[in-house]
């Protein structure tokens, strides 16, 4: 397809949940991540020029505008959290930039049903939307994992460091063991045996991902080989959940679950509604629950035996005044239509 010829093009991704395994993934450990049923759709459509006029109407706060142009970023409201999800669009804009060797103008709309800093990658469901629905306006056919490698470096633009699991999970889709050797994130997809029944809870958002990331670096800067014990500890849990995951036996990763939580716990990542929200769940019938993603605020994923329990928990923590809902794991990762 030629440059030109493509007017609209929209990309849905889904979001995800950390099984088992963040921070310590950061450090060469494995993890185990999952594509859930929550999307980021963005639209790309041709705009005269070379600026890129960014809309959304639902990240974190409503209606929010901005520009890019030579002289960099405009907003048109202040809210720091929308400044934040729009980094990473124009960083995505920026990395197609780059491989396209082409700068043209663009409008950017962008719908989410996860808030920016939920914990369910919407950084990067944002960053890999932008990513495909901008390259299939300019006529590049760019596949999943491609997408997910410029993804990661539009996350590493705006944050700094990024181990490419959020990323590599929202474009692929499935339940996907990551593990980042030698700089490079290797996947390879999990059969699982029956439906996860997984809900989440959200819970406000204390700091970023790069603050998370880096509290776990200034502990183990203090006591390198107590923190390289707790992540080994943590890789090692995450080699159980794969052959627990493949074999079906929910009783017991829900068990890995909740050890890695308090490992994460132990790292410096949680937070009191964080701790009250794991409890709450497992008070209420779920057979494990820990933090997902960075931490810090954010969500709380629970497990629980069938989906039956699964409503039950799940009506307990709303009751309570929890942002509580199930989630379901999805196969597809990304797609881009063309309009
Ligand atoms: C954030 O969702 C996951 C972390 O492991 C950071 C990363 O993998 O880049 C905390």
Redesign the pocket.
Same mark, same amino acid.
């Given at each position: 397809m030629g440059i030109g010829e493509v007017v609209k093009a929209v990309a849905k991704v889904p979001g995800k949940v950390?099984l088992l395994g963040?921070?310590a993934?950061?450090y060469g450990q494995p993890a185990i991540v999952a594509g859930i049923d929550r999307y980021v759709v963005v639209e790309a459509s041709d705009l005269e020029g070379d600026e890129v006029d960014v809309y959304s109407e639902d990240i974190s706060v409503k209606g929010v505008n901005a520009r890019l142009g030579p002289g960099g970023a405009v907003y048109t409201c202040g809210e720091a959290i929308a400044e934040k999800a729009f980094s990473y669009v124009f960083e995505a804009i920026r990395q197609i930039r780059i491989i396209s060797e082409t700068v043209r103008g663009a409008a950017i709309r962008i719908k989410s049903d996860m808030p920016v800093g939920a +914990?369910l990658g919407t950084s990067a469901a944002v960053a890999a939307g932008t990513c495909a629905a901008y390259s299939a306006i300019l006529g590049l056919q760019l596949d999943p994992a491609t997408l997910a490698e410029l993804a990661t470096k539009a996350e590493l633009g705006v944050q700094g460091?990024?181990?490419g699991?959020?990323a590599h999970a929202v474009c692929l889709g499935g339940v996907n063991v990551v593990n980042k050797a030698n700089e490079r994130l290797t996947v390879s997809r999990l059969k699982i045996r029956g439906p996860l029944p997984l809900g989440v809870v959200e819970t406000p958002r204390e700091a970023p991902?790069a603050h *998370?990331?880096e509290t776990v670096a200034r502990l183990r800067s203090r006591y390198p080989d107590l923190v390289d014990r707790l992540n080994s500890d943590i890789g090692a849990i995450v080699q159980d959940g794969v052959t627990t995951i493949e074999s079906g036996n929910l009783t017991q990763l829900g068990e890995l679950m909740n050890i890695n939580h308090g490992l994460l716990s132990s790292l410096g990542v949680s937070t009191a509604a964080m701790e009250e929200a794991v409890y709450s769940a497992r008070r209420a019938g779920a057979i494990g629950s820990k933090i997902t +993603? *960075?931490g810090m605020g954010g969500s709380v994923v629970y497990l629980c035996d069938t989906d039956r329990k699964l409503g039950e928990v799940n009506s307990v923590l709303r009751n309570m005044g929890m942002v509580s809902s199930a989630v379901h794991t999805v196969e597809k990762g990304v797609s881009v239509t063309l309009v």
């Open positions: 950390t963040e921070h993934v950061v +914990g460091s990024s181990s699991m959020d991902t *998370a990331v +993603g *960075a």
